[in-house]
């Protein structure tokens, strides 16, 4: 599940409003609408048609710009190359040719976030994995100060956690208001992901010990209301997404728990809900602003997880 779909998962309605309300008004008023297929990103010169063939992964046709001189590690105005796209639309083989062809893994976006700071943020442990062994940097810091490892575990993205550590992550590493990656899941109440920084020994001090028994209590009280045995957490499975405590513990999956059809709920089914309806059009919306416009889909995002 993508970020913005986990977003969406918590406030469904409030978000895919913001959606359509951030998104309307640049596709037009009521007297002059303008059709998202006839939008295309702005391509008037090679560098701009490889961002695009990066980001919808057309292997062929960034090899044939490159092949014609593009400018592999050519930036938009927030700083993002062809590399940029191909990461956060999850395109492997395009990251692939894109390195093969030149592009700086290391490169830097105006908030000094490389491209595998997006991936880690978004929980795409697989790129991490592919940019890291590719030569990335996972000691780099933003202009915060802070790793990849902390943006991750704020998020509470345990795989990715892991996977980070597995390649070298300071896992004690401060960020320039004295955080590291377990006070940051501490702070925000990223159980999972606090245990497993823990259990490789990440230093805590006092008040961030204090968050996590409380956490751990919480939980467990949980799952004694729910008629549910407590586990005493001792690993962290790579495949476990990390939650916000304050949700009941489940036992599914989270990723399944996700896509539980209306029959197996008593809930009423949103597609006969007002808010099941606007949810529907606001992601059949987003759905079509990537396809048609990634440069606003980015955008539109990064404007949405500053609300988070």
């Known amino acids: 599940m993508t970020t913005l779909r986990r977003i969406l998962s918590k406030s469904a309605p409030i978000l895919a409003a913001l959606i359509m309300v951030i998104a309307l008004p640049a596709l037009g008023s009521a007297k002059t609408v303008i059709s998202l297929q006839n939008m295309q990103p702005y391509k008037s010169s090679p560098e701009e048609e490889l961002r695009s063939a990066a980001h919808s992964g057309d292997v062929a046709e960034i090899k044939r710009l490159i092949a014609r001189g593009a400018k592999v590690n050519w930036a938009d105005d927030e700083g993002w190359t062809a590399l940029f796209w191909a990461s956060v639309a999850v395109q492997p083989e395009a990251v692939k040719t894109l390195l093969d062809g030149g592009a700086e893994v ?34 780099l810091t933003d202009h915060r100060g802070r790793t990849a490892l902390m943006e991750a575990a704020a998020r509470g993205k345990v795989a990715t ?6 390649r ?44 996590v028994k409380k956490a751990q209590a919480q ?25 916000v405590i304050e949700q009941p513990k489940n036992n599914r999956p ?52 500053t609300r988070r």
């Not at 956690?161 to 597995?166: D, K, P, R």
């Not at 008593?266 to 992601?283: F, M």
């Open 219 to 243: 939980r467990s009280n949980r799952a004694l209301a729910a008629g549910q045995q407590t586990q005493t957490v001792a690993s962290v499975s790579p495949s476990q997404e990390d939650v």
């Open 168 to 211: 070298g992550a300071n896992l004690d590493a401060k960020d320039g208001h004295g955080e590291t990656a377990l006070s940051l899941a501490a702070a925000d109440q990223r159980l999972a992901v606090a245990e497993l920084l823990m259990a490789k020994g990440a230093q805590a001090d006092a008040r961030t010990v204090e968050l």
């Open 106 to 139: 290391n490169a830097r976006d105006r908030a000094g976030w490389t491209s595998v700071f997006w991936a880690a943020m978004n929980g795409h442990s697989t790129m991490v994995e592919l940019l890291v062994d590719r030569g990335a940097n996972v000691g």
């Open 161 to 166: 956690a892991e996977v980070l550590l597995a």
């Open 254 to 305: 989270e990723a399944q728990t996700a896509s539980v059809t209306p029959r197996a709920s008593k809930v009423e089914a949103p597609a006969q809900s007002l808010e099941g309806k606007l949810l529907r059009q606001g992601l059949a919306l987003w759905s079509q602003i990537r396809a048609e416009n990634p440069e606003l889909a980015k955008k539109l995002t990064q404007e949405l997880l």
